[in-house]
């Protein structure tokens, strides 16, 4: 066991070799506090206890500049060597210790080799078991830095930290009474599902029990003793775990709970934070049953039924909230914005009557010469584009004089945290989306692509409402990204679709569902065209609207009128 051998190492263990001493280049200060650590030994004496502080306390403040000269070798040999000098019985200086190794592992970006890392996995192990709970986050940030990249190497201690009673495994569980914990706990059960290419992956046993980790504490409400941006970061590292399954571990999701569950978390984590929306999802999204399309051309209705169409219902229903939307951005420069306001809902008109009514104008002449914009196209657009810019979110969720200084810092790091977790979920569904078939994805098409205008259920929600309502760019590049993905291939899909006049039978067909949804999909990324702001954005929506072979006209002749 990797606990007993431990014990032998720190206090004296097989012969070492002497730490040789790192280049004179790096200067005189780390030299002597090199110098000082080799010649340290275990002792329990107050006078020692005391050395060892001051030269752990040198080590860490020392300024590691970018391109120190430092061998990774060095480091590691150095961090053997501070370990053997701590023994576990004192849990300030393992704390110490712990530090040193986060710290320099990821201010110098060391990747430690396997000879090394087998005795300070070792010692990090045999700390959390032996040493006062308050020393645990410290440790547990040490076995994350240790294990990043070095998955492959573990295997001997994948027991001690993945087993049914495992380190990991019980300090990550949602009873966990320490938040800051069982974050780092899923931290370091996300790093040790990174894989390296050319190195085996965690074994399928290893990679269920992290799975269902991740999926839980995906799954699991925010705890009264956990702070928001806690919360974030435990959000985020379970994301990034999950998603390091898919990619590096070629993790397959065969069965439909599984798949089901982890798109309900995942839907959930796109929206977190997002102002105005908060949905409630099921624990599991089931597929719908999909027809055996074919691609053959649909069967035309009789044209003795009802000519009045679903669209139109829904243009009534949109026409009531969409002003509403536009209106909240600019609540509080009602009277100065005005005109705005009043430009902004012929857009949203425009877009549905055309489409609706199979207007066959091309994307570029409904987005830019049909849109009522005075003055140049840059004023125009800063306008119409105002109710989804981070400025305005701003003034929705607070103003400058509600809050200190302090407390609006505050918002906006939380601001920052929440988003980062709406992009991790984007990535992590973006590898979903690259890990199972294309049939099999289509049985959730209604649970990401909306067919009809947001009404607030879970339901209506989709990539598209982050597209249009995100604050942050990156992360409506993402959902256009993850957008793309869905749509690649669907071709065949998508044939099916069949627009239709007649709103009077019992059911709606599969074929009306998918037409209804392309045209609020092509309403929508029309309406981002307009709003959009970010360079890298635009782009992205210039090609989920336009087809590959006339992309590249299409964006040379846009950069071409910018």
Not at 27 to 56: K, M, N, Q, Y
């Amino acid at each position: 066991m990797a606990t007993v051998q431990v014990a032998c190492s720190v206090l004296g263990g097989p012969p070492r070799e002497a730490p040789r001493e790192p280049p004179r280049e790096q200067g005189a200060g780390f030299r002597r506090l090199w110098a000082r650590l080799c010649a340290l030994r275990p002792d329990d004496s107050s006078a020692s206890r005391t050395e060892i502080h001051l030269v752990l306390d040198q080590l860490i403040s020392e300024n590691y500049r970018e391109g120190c000269g430092l061998a990774p070798e060095d480091v590691s040999t150095l961090l053997v060597q501070a370990c053997r000098v701590v023994p576990l019985n004192q849990n300030h200086l393992v704390s110490k210790v712990s530090q040193l190794i986060h710290h320099l592992l990821n201010t110098l970006q060391v990747i430690v080799d396997e000879r090394n890392l087998d005795f300070l996995l070792a010692y990090t192990i045999s700390a959390i078991q032996q040493c006062s709970p308050w020393t645990h986050v410290k440790i547990l940030q040490a076995l994350a830095a240790l294990v990043y990249c070095n998955g492959s190497k573990c295997q001997k201690y994948l027991p001690d930290l993945l087993g049914k009673s495992g380190l990991l495994v019980k300090l990550s569980d949602s009873a966990q009474s320490d938040p800051e914990v069982r974050r780092a706990a899923v931290h370091c059960m996300a790093n040790l599902c990174l894989s390296v290419p050319g190195q085996p992956y965690l074994e399928e046993p290893y990679q269920n029990i992290c799975f269902q980790a991740f999926l839980t504490t995906l799954q699991s409400p925010k705890s009264s003793d956990m702070d928001d941006i806690t919360f974030c970061m435990l959000l985020q590292n379970a994301l990034k775990g999950i998603q390091s399954l898919l990619n590096g571990g070629k993790m397959k999701l065969t069965q439909t709970e599984e798949l089901g569950a982890l798109l309900a978390v995942l839907k959930k984590s796109m929206f977190h934070g997002l102002p105005g929306i908060n949905i409630e999802m099921p624990t599991v999204l089931y597929p719908t049953p999909l027809p055996q399309y074919d691609g053959r051309p649909p069967v035309k209705l009789q044209p003795s039924e009802s000519s009045t169409s679903r669209p139109t219902v829904n243009k009534k229903k949109k026409s009531k909230i969409k002003p509403k939307k536009i209106q909240q951005g600019e609540e509080e420069e009602e009277e100065e914005e005005s005109s705005g306001e009043r430009e902004a809902a012929p857009v949203t008109g425009l877009g549905r009557m055309n489409l609706h009514e199979g207007n066959t104008q091309s994307p570029s002449s409904l987005g830019v010469q049909n849109l009522p914009l005075d003055g140049s196209g840059a004023a125009g657009k800063d306008r119409v584009s105002s109710p989804f810019s981070s400025s305005s979110w701003k003034r929705v969720s607070s103003s400058e004089s509600d809050y200190s200084d302090a407390e609006g810092g505050m918002q906006s790091k939380m601001r920052s945290y929440q988003a980062k977790v709406r992009q991790g979920a984007l990535a992590c569904f973006l590898s979903t989306i690259k890990s199972i078939e294309k049939k099999v994805l289509y049985g959730y098409w209604a649970a990401f692509v909306s067919d009809a205008p947001e009404l607030g259920s879970p339901q209506s929600v989709s990539l598209m409402t982050l597209t249009l309502r995100d604050p942050s760019p990156k992360t409506r590049a993402c959902a256009l990204q993850v957008l793309s993905a869905i749509l690649e291939g669907s071709k065949q899909f998508l044939s099916v679709a069949e627009d239709t006049s007649d709103h009077k039978r019992a059911f709606i067909p599969f074929s009306v569902m998918i037409a209804s949804s392309i045209r609020e999909l092509h309403r929508c990324l029309l309406l981002a065209l307009v709003a959009e702001s970010s360079s890298q954005t635009l782009t992205q929506i210039i090609k989920v609207n336009v087809p590959s072979y006339l992309f590249q006209f299409y964006i040379m002749f846009y950069i071409a009128e910018k």
